[in-house]
């Protein structure tokens, strides 16, 4: 399964940011995705998620409130966006493919079979 993620690339604080994920599988309507992020000098951290059917999604709380997931399986892609935007934003940002579903409780990174290879968000202040 391949995963392309899309969008990054340098805000102002206050901005925000649509973030895409793009796979060519057939089977991506049967995937949780979700979203995480590394900051330069710390462990990745996990953003959102959102289940198979769009119906469920989770948020960590740093972007709870002012970011939105959403699945498109018709076009096997997902979008992360984000809105008011704050330097503490600026990571890398990975999305990630669970084929099994996910689990109750916000979701770690363990879960996820497949990665794409990374956006790079700056915010500046």
């Known amino acids: 399964v391949q995963l392309q993620a899309s969008g990054g690339g340098l805000a102002q604080a206050g901005g925000s940011l649509i973030l895409s994920c793009s796979s060519s599988?057939?089977?991506?309507?049967?995937?949780?995705m979700a979203w995480f992020r590394q900051a330069p000098g710390k462990e990745r951290e996990f953003v959102a998620a959102i289940s198979w059917s769009g119906g469920t999604t989770y948020y960590a709380d740093p972007v709870k409130g002012r970011s939105s997931l959403s699945k498109d399986n018709d076009k096997t892609t997902v979008h992360l966006q984000m809105n008011n935007l704050k330097p503490e934003d600026t990571a890398v940002y990975y999305c990630?493919?669970?084929?099994?579903?996910?689990?109750?409780?916000?979701?770690?990174?363990?879960?996820?079979?497949?990665w794409g290879q990374g956006t790079l968000v700056t915010v500046s202040s």
């Open positions: 599988t057939r089977t991506f309507s049967s995937y949780a």
């Open positions: 990630a493919a669970n084929p099994y579903g996910l689990r109750i409780g916000l979701p770690e990174a363990s879960e996820f079979d497949y």
